[in-house]
């Protein structure tokens, strides 16, 4: 069994959270597999120096969220993968933070692909006037930030704006995905001075195909955005290399 420190929070529900916190992340990280049988109630309470009622609050909230199933006199094994609620927005924080950093942006890229072209396209269809003015608000955002790293949260809005004009409900969910991986993500590749410069106007562009109602333009825009997206993760992921070998 791993050694922890035992935890410190204020409140028994603060402390709940954080215990949670600290065994989703281990599974998530594969300390814990699936199938495999956590310790008990008796051994989480002596390793992180907390109540029954605490690790029992602990233990319902990772079930809520498909990580595990409990039973009676079985314990609480962990569930499979594709049990596992990675929409989540706890839970698609912990496998994030699980993941080496390239594979991290190589799994948003994919997804992003799948997902933002046709959404895009979708809001170029749908948007409703108010809805065309939080993504315009958004980029006015993004055109003010002092800095990559301030474009960072209008950045992550314009694409939230964009999902919520394609006025699609079975895509919502994805939102907390999209804000989640995204944020992660902006906050390295927006570090990079070129990064700004070669994003803003793209994002002018899919506004400007989204406000026209042109959804194969704005599909198209999106395209190319996600393009120039892999290009930055590429130097700057080449970059890190470059620095690190130096170091060594």
Known sequence: MPKMKKLKATGNENLHRKVAESIGSQILKGVYAPGAI?????DWC????????????AVKTLNAKGL???????????????????????VLAW????????????SVQ???????????????????PAQLRAISDALLEMQSAKSGRESVGPDVKFH???L??????LLSPFGIMIETA?????????????????????????????ARGNDSAARKAMIVLLENTDKIIADSSAAAKSKKSRKS
């Open 68 to 90: 595990l199933k409990s039973r009676t006199k079985i314990g609480s094994r962990v569930e499979p993968r594709e049990h596992w609620n990675i929409l989540d927005r706890d």
């Open 38 to 42: 956590l310790p008990n109630e008796a």
């Open 160 to 162: 939230l704006a964009l």
């Open 46 to 57: 002596r390793i992180y120096g907390a109540s029954r009622t605490t690790v029992r609050e």
């Open 95 to 106: 496998h994030l933070a699980s993941m080496a950093p390239q594979d991290f942006f190589a």
């Open 164 to 169: 919520a004009a394609a006025n699609n409900p």
């Open 110 to 128: 994919q997804v992003r692909k799948i997902l933002e072209p046709e959404i895009a396209a979708l809001a170029a269809l749908n948007h409703s």
């Open 182 to 210: 995204l944020t992660s993500m902006f906050e390295t590749t927006s570090t990079s001075t070129t990064g700004t410069d070669i994003f803003v106007p793209q994002h002018e562009v899919i506004l400007k195909a989204v």
